[in-house]
């Protein structure tokens, strides 16, 4: 005769078994997990898809670098500029702000390539320290090559400012200037009473003095 007792504790356990699967099932066919399991399956499509974007955009990138450098070569100047400039709208390495201020360089701008180079230099310092010392090296030669324009003002000086290239700019003070043309312009009340033309040369100094004349006094009636 089989005793009972262990017959009705085997369907109990196989009752609690059943059971509990029962509700794993549930679990694993509800909407919530079906909705993490889709969300985790889109967040690993989208992450693929990001780094694939990435190699694409990465790859295009070096492309124009590419370019930028060809184009350094054979002396087309603006050119090259115009592909640094596109890649440093995404990648602003120091390495490509140092290029940028090689074309500026090169096109005579050397104010700009001066700030640009100081730019990549602050940039190399946690990024690419190999460029460092090239870059030293352009802001060195720089520093020598720069042209300077001392204004003096001479005559009826009383209210009178000083304007270089449409900046305000001290008297009897070295400016730093693009080799080039400029134009200074003496003005009192804002109206200008003495103007000179003339250009600068690269390591070299030019002295420009504007003579202002006093204002002619009004004749007094009877």
Not at 79 to 92: G, N, Q
Request: proline share 6%; charged share 25%.
């Amino acid at each position: 005769m089989i005793n009972p007792a262990p017959t009705s504790a085997l369907r109990r356990r196989s009752r609690r078994r059943a059971a509990a699967l029962g509700l794993v099932c549930w679990a694993l066919l509800s909407p919530s997990w079906l909705r993490a399991q889709d969300g985790g399956a889109t967040r690993a499509r989208r992450d693929v898809a990001t780094r694939a974007h990435d190699d694409v955009a990465t790859r295009a990138l070096r492309l124009l670098f590419a370019r930028g450098l060809t184009l350094e070569i054979a002396g087309r100047w603006a050119d090259a500029l115009d592909r640094f400039e596109a890649i440093a709208r995404h990648r602003p390495t120091a390495n490509v702000t140092f290029h940028i201020g090689l074309c500026h360089e090169r096109l005579g701008r050397l104010r700009k390539a001066e700030r640009t180079y100081q730019d990549a230099r602050a940039a190399a310092r946690t990024t690419t320290p190999a460029v460092l010392a090239e870059i030293d090296a352009r802001l060195q030669d720089l520093e020598g090559r720069m042209p300077k324009i001392v204004l003096n003002v001479a005559g009826a000086t009383e209210g009178v400012t000083v304007l270089l290239d449409g900046e305000e700019a001290q008297p009897s003070r070295a400016i730093r200037v693009d080799p080039g043309p400029h134009v200074a312009v003496a003005l009192r009340h804002g109206i200008p009473v003495a103007a000179s033309a003339f250009s600068s040369h690269e390591r070299r100094t030019r002295f420009v003095t504007l003579t202002v004349h006093p204002v002619p006094s009004r004749a007094s009636g009877p």
